[in-house]
């Protein structure tokens, strides 16, 4: 069985940074892509932003040139650094991933930035 277990996320201040990190476990063939969506309280899911299996990445335009998505091929991973982040950032994070033609879905982490 496939699961996505996601790790990082708490509280920063504005202007900080933080890691999310996304490890898919279990009997895997192929990663086609990985990524994030956000929710904030009383606002819709946002997509955050997800990167291919050649590596392309696709990003919110409230998040680019600051939020990097990277994946790591050979443990199963992806992760989202995010840098210079701003209090309209904070949400609850949650990772998904299109693995052997199946979606998943992440348990969902925090991210608070206070101004």
């Known amino acids: 069985q496939v699961q996505l277990v996601e790790s990082g996320g708490g509280s920063v201040q504005a202007g900080g940074s933080l890691r999310l990190s996304c490890a898919a476990s279990?009997?895997?063939?192929?990663?086609?892509?990985m990524g994030w969506y956000r929710q904030a309280p009383g606002k819709q899911r946002e997509l955050v932003g997800f990167i291919t299996s050649g590596g392309t990445t696709h990003y919110a335009d409230s998040v680019k040139g600051r939020f990097t998505i990277s994946r790591d091929n050979a443990k199963n991973t992806g992760n989202l650094q995010m840098n210079s982040l701003k209090p309209e950032d904070t949400a609850v994070y949650s990772c998904?991933?299109?693995?052997?033609?199946?979606?998943?879905w992440g348990q969902g982490t925090q991210v608070t930035v206070s101004s």
């Open positions: 279990g009997t895997i063939s192929s990663i086609n892509y």
């Open positions: 998904f991933g299109h693995i052997d033609s199946t979606l998943y």
